[in-house]
């Protein structure tokens, strides 16, 4: 299986204290990778910089054949062809408060990618309802609930098909219920070939990863299937890790 | 009278002198305070002080509504045009589309007032009887209706003007008090008299060479007429509401058209405000380092300025460099004020969307342009638009303030009005109502989108 995202060895720094000091991990299109680590480990950052919106001082990534280099964050022209490689959801959704959910979903392929706004609108229905929120499609995003406006962003980072989907904390605010549904739900965007990279905090979410991946000190400290590491953690950093209780959303 | 200009504290000139002789007559030293001309009838009853003496003119109105002294005084009313204009500009008649200058609240402005619908000149009032020549030589206005003495001393400070022969008017200043204060006009009027029989007027007079064939004559009608009988009270000008009310009606379409320009005055220059604002607002926020240092600059200046400071500067100041008409100047004064507050709402509106919207609109693949147009713009706006309603009601009530640029707008025609009718009750009552008429409304659209977009967000 070829590696839809490759990251390789990257480091950066913020205020003069090291974040990520050499991480290297990859993820194959149809997996599903939990990224976990205690708070303020660059999980985070991990995420953001995959997406370009935070810079990085040394190593590279690539999101299939499209790389990133150290520096600058390139200008958003370059990064194009990244925008329609990586979704992104993020931690508090971040929909935008003034439009449906339906045109959260349909905004970005009509205005950025030359979609026009009837087949937007039609790929943005049929999104919505395979997420099970295609009732809720008129709705502003302050009359929906936290698991509806998580499954409006997920369709938001979907509407232009990107193959890898990049998720923060998704389980941050779902109630223990509803994290299983979201697990089959993932489950399927997996299914359907994408490359699938979350961060959590939650052990028992982590679990219906494919691979879990842990950092500490800014490197990568374990890695492997939810059984290897979850069950029997070798690192001391992950037996820290289960034994903290998942925090609230922040 | 004028300020010496060895020492600019001090006043002088013939109402100084005449002011002297009346405190001497009652054993008293003369104290001046200054107040606004327009404003010395209201002050003398109000109490500010005992009684005002600076070209008062005699009419029924304020004869109506106060105590007035005999005259001492008696001047023509003169036309002052350009030089070169001499033969051009001879009588009021011949001045149709043209800029005619004077003092507000003065017989010769009711005068052009009365004049304009069959000459079809425009009047332009001034608070002061300096500037109206000045922006006569200027080019502003093409002729100057004041007294005589007004103009001569003009004409000595102003080179390049003409005071045409003819007079347009007579009339006679007088000493206002105020209306109870019966007992001590009857002094001053003795003792004016008695100024008259002994020369000391004359000199007075003379010596500010100002006496001329029409001031024995005045002092031999003061002096033949019988003194009125003392300490009683002028009629009060409300015992004939008929009067009062047809002279309401007169000034009724000057106060619409005045309220017309209030409200386009207004409109345009918020228009102005909010263009300029969201260029101060975007390049402060999406500007490189000068251009922030830049508009932030131009908002602590304007924001740490009087407004009227910066519409004297504008109109007066600038004059030299670009004449600006009135009302451009009064808009641009006006809308560039504003747009610094604008700015500061825009800003903080653009700043109040968050940083996660914006940056999963970047990963979206939205262009910052697309953003700013799409996603930030459109909630920022509605965040803004509340206090923004505000400011509009704000500045319509300060669009007040251009009248010392000789706009007429609402405030400034209720105050020539209320001076002409020596009262400001009813004339204060109709502007409120008119102000409130306009205001109002917006104030509670403000409240109504205020009420719908904080339940939005």
Request: charged fraction near 20%.
């Amino acid at each position: 299986m070829t590696a839809l995202l490759r990251i390789d060895d990257l480091s950066l720094a913020r205020a003069g204290r090291p974040v990520l000091d050499g991480v290297s991990f990859a993820v194959s299109g149809g997996e599903m990778c939990a990224l976990m680590g205690l708070s303020g480990s660059g999980k985070t950052t991990i995420l953001r910089a995959c997406v370009a919106l935070e810079p990085f001082d040394s190593g590279k990534i690539a999101v299939r054949d499209f790389e990133l280099q150290p520096g600058r964050v390139p200008a958003e022209p370059a990064l194009k062809p990244l925008r329609k490689l990586a979704g992104m959801v993020f931690q508090a959704h971040a929909l935008f408060e003034h439009l449906t959910a339906q045109e959260n979903v349909a905004l970005a392929p009509v205005h950025a990618h030359g979609v026009s706004p009837d087949a937007a609108r039609a790929r943005a229905g049929t999104l919505l309802e395979s997420l099970g929120v295609g009732a809720r499609a008129g709705a502003l995003p302050r009359e929906l609930s936290g698991g509806e406006a998580q499954r409006v962003a997920i369709a938001r980072a979907l509407a232009v098909d990107p193959p890898l989907l990049l998720m923060d904390e998704p389980t941050a605010a779902l109630d223990p219920a509803r994290r299983g549904s979201l697990a089959q739900t993932l489950r399927g965007l997996a299914g359907e070939g994408r490359a699938l990279l979350f961060t959590t905090h939650d052990p028992e979410f982590a679990r219906s990863a494919d691979r879990v991946i842990v950092l500490a000190a800014g490197r990568v400290a374990e890695e492997g299937s939810p059984e290897d590491v979850l069950t029997n953690p070798k690192h001391p950093a992950t037996q820290e890790l289960l034994r903290t209780p998942a925090p609230k959303r922040r | 009278m004028e300020a010496d200009p060895r020492d600019p504290s001090v006043v002088r000139g013939m109402d100084v002198e005449v002011a002297a002789l009346l405190a001497r007559g009652i054993g008293r030293e003369p104290r001046f305070v200054q107040v606004a001309f327009t404003s010395i009838d209201g002050s003398v009853e109000r109490g500010d002080f005992s009684i005002g003496l600076s070209g008062v003119e005699d009419t029924p109105a304020r004869r109506a509504t106060h105590s007035l002294t005999v005259p001492y005084f008696e001047f023509r009313e003169v036309l002052t045009v350009r030089g070169a204009d001499r033969t051009r500009f001879r009588a009021l008649a011949d001045l149709q589309g043209r800029r005619v200058g004077t003092l507000a609240g003065t017989i010769a402005y009711d005068l052009l007032v009365q004049g304009a619908p069959v000459a079809g000149y425009q009047v332009v009032s001034y608070d002061d009887d300096v500037h109206p020549y000045s922006d006569l030589a200027a080019g502003r206005l093409d002729a100057v209706v004041l007294d005589h003495i007004i103009a001569q001393r003009a004409l000595r400070h102003v080179p390049g003007l003409a005071i045409q022969p003819d007079a347009l008017a007579r009339g006679r200043y007088v000493g206002v008090l105020a209306r109870h204060d019966t007992a001590l006009r009857d002094r001053f009027d003795g003792i004016l008299r008695q100024a008259m029989r002994d020369g000391a007027l004359e000199a007075i007079l003379r010596r500010w060479n100002v006496w001329d064939d029409e001031q024995p004559r005045l002092f031999a009608s003061v002096l033949g007429a019988p003194a009125p009988s003392p300490s009683v009270a002028p009629p009060a000008a409300n015992t004939a509401p008929a009067g009062a009310l047809a002279r309401t009606v007169a000034y009724l379409p000057g106060l619409f058209r005045a309220s017309l320009v209030t409200l386009l005055l207004s409109c345009l220059a918020m228009a102005l405000a909010v263009a300029f604002g969201i260029v101060l607002a975007s390049g402060r926020i999406y500007g490189g380092p000068v251009v922030r240092l830049l508009f932030g600059a131009y908002v602590e200046v304007v924001r740490g300025t009087p407004v009227l400071l910066q519409l004297f500067v504008l109109y007066y100041g600038l004059s030299a460099v670009v004449r600006l008409p009135a009302f451009v100047a009064a808009l641009l004064g006006l809308g560039l004020n504003y747009a610094a507050y604008e700015s500061e709402i825009y800003r903080g509106a653009l700043l109040a969307v968050s940083r996660a919207q914006l940056e999963a609109a970047r990963t979206l693949g939205l262009s910052e342009w697309l953003i700013l147009r799409l996603v930030r713009g459109p909630q920022a706006f509605r965040l803004a638009l509340a206090p923004m309603t505000n400011d509009f009601v704000a500045l319509l009530k300060d669009s007040s303030l251009v009248s010392v640029i000789t706009v007429v707008e609402l405030t400034k025609a209720t105050a020539i009005f209320a001076t002409n009718v020596g009262s400001w009750l009813l004339p204060g009552l109709l502007c409120a109502a008119i102000y409130l008429a306009m205001s109002l409304p917006l104030s509670r659209l403000a409240r109504t989108l205020e009420r719908r977009w904080s339940a939005a967000s």
